[in-house]
C-alpha cells in the first residue's frame, strides 16, 4: 500500500460516532504529520468526496463515505439472502456455488461456498476474478447499459486464459446478447480449461441486475447432457428466488 493511501485511511478511521469533526490542526497532532501533508491528504479526500468543508471550518465525512456504507449494506442483505438456496445449490450439486456483483470490471465475489466433493477451488470472499470468461461475469455484463460494455471492452482485452476463452469482441457481444435472451451464462472451459459453470442474474427491486449465482464444477458433471437441464432450472430459480427476497416483481 502506497505511503499517501495509507495516510489517507488514517485520516479517515479518526472519525467515530463520539468524533464527527476533525480539524487540520487535530488530525496533524493525532497522526504525527505535519500540518503541510494533512492539508493535502485532506484536500484529495474533500475532492473525491471523502470529506466536506463544514460550516464550524473543520472537516465531516463526506457522501461518499454514505455511498460505500450503502453498498456494503446491500451486499450483507444479498448475502442473507442468497444463503438459504446457496445451501440448497451446495447439496444437491455438490459443487462450488458463487454470488458475485459487479465492480471495477470485475466480478466481485460476495459468497463463495465450496462442497467437499467439487473439484473446483473457491476464491476467497473479496475476491475479483475476470467478468467477460467466467459465468458470474459473463451475466453481469450482459445485463449492463451499451455505454457500460463498450467502456469494458474498450479497456479491457479480452486476453486468452484459455483455448475455450472468447477473445473476439463482435463475437462476445454476441455472446452477450445471448446470454440476456435465454436468462443465463455458460463458462465452457473458458478460465480454467477443466471448469464449467452455469450462473443466472439476480435483480433488485428496481429492476436493475445487483448480481449474479453460478455453479460451477467439473465440465463432465456440470455440462454433462444429462444434468446440465436440471442444473440451469435450479440455478435460475435461485436466482429468481434471490431477486424476490431483495423486492424484485418483475
Not at 444429462?226 to 424484485?248: H, I, N, P, W, Y
Request: charged share 20%; aromatic share 6%.
Amino acid at each position: 500500500m502506497s505511503r499517501s493511501v495509507e495516510r489517507a485511511l488514517t485520516i479517515l478511521s479518526l472519525y467515530s460516532r463520539e468524533k464527527q469533526e476533525w480539524g487540520i490542526t487535530e488530525i496533524s497532532q493525532e497522526v504525527q504529520l505535519p500540518k503541510s501533508t494533512v492539508h493535502g491528504l485532506i484536500k484529495t479526500l474533500e475532492k473525491h468526496n471523502f470529506l466536506y468543508l463544514a460550516e464550524s471550518g473543520k472537516y465531516r465525512l463526506g457522501v461518499k463515505v454514505f455511498e460505500l456504507g450503502m453498498a456494503y449494506s446491500s451486499n450483507i442483505k444479498l448475502t442473507t439472502a442468497a444463503e438459504p438456496v446457496v445451501r440448497q445449490l451446495v447439496d444437491r450439486y455438490k459443487q462450488t456455488v458463487h454470488v458475485a456483483i459487479y465492480a471495477g470490471r470485475m466480478a466481485i465475489l460476495v459468497v463463495s461456498t465450496r462442497a467437499g466433493g467439487s473439484g473446483v477451488l473457491a476464491p476467497r470472499v473479496g475476491a475479483g476474478i475476470p467478468a467477460y470468461c467466467t459465468g458470474v461475469g459473463k451475466v453481469l455484463l450482459a445485463w449492463q447499459s451499451p455505454q457500460v460494455i463498450e467502456d469494458f471492452l474498450q479497456n479491457e482485452p479480452l486476453m486468452p486464459i484459455t483455448k475455450n476463452t472468447i477473445t473476439d469482441q463482435e463475437r462476445f457481444k454476441q455472446e452477450l446478447n445471448s446470454i440476456r435472451q435465454q436468462g443465463y451464462a455458460v463458462d465452457r472451459g473458458e478460465a480454467l480449461l477443466e471448469t464449467g459453470c452455469i450462473a443466472a442474474p439476480i435483480f433488485g427491486a428496481d429492476g436493475e441486475i445487483v448480481a449474479a449465482i453460478s455453479v460451477s464444477g467439473p465440465i463432465h458433471e456440470v455440462l454433462h447432457e444429462k444434468t446440465f437441464a436440471a442444473c440451469r432450472d435450479d440455478v435460475m430459480r435461485a436466482a429468481q428466488t434471490v431477486s424476490e427476497v431483495l423486492g424484485f416483481r418483475g
